[in-house]
């Protein structure tokens, strides 16, 4: 097999996970037990116990469609007896692939996601001047210094037909609690969080400048956003050019709003419903409590957990720049999530990520089933509780 070694001197090949990694991938004293706990077992064999073996060796192949199956979700480092970083391990192996433009299988969407990125900010393959088009009629205004938030909407909110209703309820809900916001419009840029777990790292940083031109420029101090992934960059990954902005959640917003008595909520149907944790807001971030706090504040919303709930929650598959990727039938994570939140019970999914709203979406349709669940992001559900709700999307 034509393997890395063939392309890259050995040690660009080690150093480049070490810069990523430190060290700590040497001390793997190969329990298996991220293989076990990695939720490509449920679906098909995945070892990143030997992609982590392969690199503490030099010898990573990175011409295998395995290198681009992490969905970087959390579980086996937060669960690894070692402190092994597969996360940065993983990543460091699709830089190289990246620099030498290795995409195999379904890793060839990559190249389509880059040019796209890279022109218009976005991976959607959309025009720029339509970033902010999702807002037209709301009376959304662009941020100017003395706001007290930016709203940064995210790619898949600003593009994507499902998730801009998610974006609409989202400014409803934040002129009828008086929110003092604004947005960039076609100044905002993606976060760049997958495009950077996917390897392509000069891209990441291109887009973080981009973003943080922006803020500073229009003397932004506290970001409110609705994907956990533009959560996560923001907080712990923009820091890394020396800046500092607050950041804040809309589930975390939701429940600020509702025990200020800012938002009164009237209920609706009684609905038995589940929360699903977005890997990016619960195991990177913590953030736990807080969703589950604004559901059981709805009148009428019974709240039941799926067996595989907060650190224990099933990835949905769309981190990592899986989202760009086809996984074939048979492979989904988020078939089996499905699956889990019917078999409590539940009459509605709900969650807080643009990714697992896209996977579970996509699930519902194919899987076709007698047992119909809803699919709803936190701030669709407290939007249809509020007390004189109308549709304004
Ligand atoms: S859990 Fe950690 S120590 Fe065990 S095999 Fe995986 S990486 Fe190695
Ligand atoms: S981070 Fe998640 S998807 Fe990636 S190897 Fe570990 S358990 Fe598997």
């Known amino acids: ?166 974006a609409r309820a989202t400014v409803d809900l934040l002129h009828r609690a008086g929110v003092d916001f604004g947005i960039l419009g076609t100044a905002e840029n993606c976060c760049g969080e997958s495009i950077r777990k996917a390897g392509d790292e000069d891209l990441f940083k291109a887009l973080a400048r981009k973003n943080i031109k922006a803020f500073i420029d229009r003397g932004v101090k506290k970001i409110l956003v609705s994907s956990p992934h533009c959560y996560h960059t923001f907080k712990n990954e923009y820091p890394e050019f020396m800046v500092h902005f607050e950041i804040v959640h809309m589930s975390q917003l939701l429940l600020e709003l509702l025990e200020g008595g800012r938002l009164e909520l009237s209920g609706g149907p009684e609905k038995k419903i589940t929360y699903h944790d977005p890997c990016y807001l619960g195991r990177h971030n913590g953030i736990y409590d807080q969703p589950r706090q604004v559901l059981e504040k709805v009148p009428g919303l019974d709240l039941l957990e799926m067996p595989d709930n907060r650190q224990d929650s099933l990835c949905c598959g769309g981190g990592g720049g899986r989202i760009w990727m086809d996984t074939p039938k048979g492979e989904r994570f988020a078939d089996i999530r499905l699956q889990q939140a019917q078999q409590v019970g539940a009459q509605v999914l709900v969650t807080s990520c643009p990714y697992c709203i896209s996977n579970f979406e996509e699930s519902r349709l194919a899987l076709r089933d007698d047992h119909p669940l809803e699919i709803m992001d936190i701030t669709e559900i407290i939007h249809a509780s509020l007390q004189g709700s109308g549709e304004q999307s």
Do not use: H
């Open 1 to 166: 097999m034509n393997t890395v070694e063939t392309v890259a001197p050995i040690i660009e090949i080690i150093q480049e996970i070490r810069d990523a990694g430190g060290d700590a991938f040497k001390f793997c004293y190969q329990c298996g037990k991220c293989d076990v706990l990695c939720p490509w077992n449920k679906v098909r064999p995945f070892s990143i116990r030997k992609i982590v073996r392969q690199a503490s060796l030099g010898l990573p192949e990175i011409e295998l469609e395995d290198i681009w199956r992490c969905t970087t979700c959390g579980t086996c480092p937060s669960q690894c007896p070692r402190g092994v970083e597969q996360i940065q391990v993983g990543v460091a192996i699709r830089r190289i692939a990246t620099s030498y433009g290795v995409f195999p299988g379904s890793a060839r969407a990559l190249r389509a996601v880059g040019g796209s990125l890279a022109a218009d900010g976005n991976p959607l393959g959309d025009q720029r001047e339509k970033r902010g088009a999702w807002a037209r009629g709301l009376s959304v205004e662009p941020f100017s210094e003395g706001m007290e938030f930016l709203y940064f909407v995210g790619c898949y909110f600003s593009y994507d037909p499902r998730m801009k209703k998610v």
